[in-house]
């Protein structure tokens, strides 16, 4: 997969471009990518990033009602491709955390 980030307007979108069949698991892939890069986006800043959106290429999972507690209330599925859209202004917040943190964090997130 490839993260893209694009501008427009007041907003800004993270969207996964697939480079090959994700297969069985690709909700399981594309949800956990985007909240892992959305969980780190916001330690890395110390802020909680409000979404705007989310949007997901496949049809509305039968499980769908948990997608507004992982993401945000907006939600679309049949989409062109896995996305997540904010407020632009989250990328001038600048990075709070250091190389000492990341390595704290990363030690406790392994075990």
């Known amino acids: 997969v490839l993260f893209e ?5 007041d907003t800004a979108t993270i969207s996964i471009r697939e480079q090959r069949d ?3 698991l690709r909700e399981f ?13 916001c330690w890395a800043v110390d802020s909680a990033i409000a979404l ?8 509305e999972p039968g499980h769908v009602s ?6 945000c209330r907006s939600v679309r599925f049949d989409a062109d491709a896995a996305r997540i859209v904010f407020d632009r202004h989250y990328l001038s917040l600048p990075l709070t955390r250091s190389a000492a943190d990341l390595d704290t964090m990363l030690k406790g997130a392994l075990a």
């Not at 948990?66 to 993401?71: A, E, H, L, S």
Request: net charge positive; proline share 11%.
């Open 5 to 9: 980030l694009s501008l427009g307007g």
């Open 29 to 41: 892939c594309l949800v956990t990518l985007l909240r892992y890069v959305l969980g780190f986006s």
């Open 66 to 71: 948990v997608y507004p507690t992982i993401f």
């Open 52 to 59: 705007r959106g989310a949007e997901f290429p496949y049809p």
């Open 22 to 24: 994700l297969g069985p």
